[in-house]
């Protein structure tokens, strides 16, 4: 079945950086997108990046921009999320995502297929 495992999370200070994993296995190796959203107590999943499978194009939110940088390793089925210069608003647990679909979508409802969730903590 579809699988996909994050890992990496953490508790950091501001300022640091963590690197997320997401392994994929089974159907979503079929996934033409792949995504990264996060989540607090009370609010919606927010978009924060997004890669393209085929082309490597990667897609971020305003938010991150300059912070984060999103990757793949097609041989290992794998891709990550490097946040750098983390800041207390960062806070909040991290989900990867995939799609079938090969337009990239910022929403969290698009998406197909879900990790359980990795926790980052970033401390003032």
């Known amino acids: 079945q579809v699988q996909l495992v994050e890992s990496g999370g953490g508790l950091v200070q501001a300022g640091g950086s963590l690197r997320l994993s997401c392994a994929a296995s089974g159907r979503t190796f079929s996934s033409a997108v792949m995504g990264w959203f996060r989540q607090v107590l009370g609010k919606e999943r927010e978009f924060v990046a997004a890669?393209?499978?085929?082309?490597?194009?990667?897609y971020y939110a305003d938010s991150v921009k300059g912070r984060f940088t999103m990757s793949r390793d097609n041989a290992k089925n794998t891709v990550y999320l490097q946040m750098n210069s983390l800041k207390p608003e960062d806070t909040a647990v991290y989900y990867c995502?995939?799609?079938?679909?090969?337009?990239?979508?910022?929403?969290?409802?698009?998406?197909?297929?879900w990790g359980q969730g990795t926790r980052v903590t970033v401390s003032s």
């Open positions: 890669i393209s499978w085929s082309s490597g194009s990667t």
């Open positions: 995502a995939a799609t079938e679909s090969t337009v990239v979508a910022r929403h969290w409802i698009y998406y197909d297929y």
